[in-house]
């Protein structure tokens, strides 16, 4: 039997999107099972188990499928379960919040569609989610998700020229992740 989720990993359950989105390489792993879910327009909806049914998949297919794509999380560099807030992007944050009447809410590090990560405010912090302020404004709180910290872990949210940005630390190579994404 195969393990259940752990921190970093994805179950059958997730939305195909979802996973390629937070482990591009999944991509690869899916198409040497011929599924092509990651260029279907079902993706945003479809979890990777309703995907796999879809295309005959059977369970134990399902499983070795997950239990592949969670090998290539696992092996990817391991990235600090953190991220850092700049002072600068806490009062920014601080102030839409405020002026949104948000400050009792918590603001969440999203991943989209796309592979980009936009921040989003949310009634509460999510069951995976892994807490985040800078000590200067410690009631502008941020999260993020353990999977999500797998891609953009250790990075520094700022504010510049007005906008804020996500700073990934690099490896050598200029990669963020170690090369295992194609993110260059």
């Known amino acids: 039997m195969l393990p259940t989720q752990t921190v970093g990993s994805i179950t059958k ?16 792993i899916m198409a040497e099972y011929g599924l092509h879910c990651f260029h279907c327009e079902a993706n945003a909806f479809e979890s990777l188990v309703d ?9 134990e297919e399902i499983d070795a499928l997950v ?26 944050l601080r102030a839409i919040a405020e002026s949104e009447g948000k400050l009792d809410q918590i603001l969440s590090v999203v991943a989209d ?3 980009s990560f936009c921040l989003e405010f949310q009634a509460s912090i999510g069951e995976d989610d892994l807490e985040c302020t800078n000590s200067d404004v410690p009631d502008m ?24 940005k996500l700073e990934m630390d690099t490896d050598k190579t200029g990669c963020a992740c170690g090369g295992s994404c194609g993110c260059k």
């Open 113 to 115: 569609g796309k592979g």
């Open 13 to 28: 359950d997730m939305r195909v999107l979802d996973i390629v989105t937070l482990c591009p390489s999944a991509e690869h």
């Open 67 to 92: 239990h592949d794509i969670n090998d290539l999380i696992a092996a990817q560099p391991v990235r600090p379960q953190t991220l850092t807030i700049t002072l600068e992007a806490a009062k920014g």
């Open 141 to 164: 709180r941020i999260a993020a998700s353990t999977l999500s910290l797998v891609r953009i872990g250790g990075a520094t949210i700022d504010m510049r020229d007005g906008r804020f």
């Open 51 to 59: 995907g796999c049914r879809g295309h005959g998949f059977e369970e």
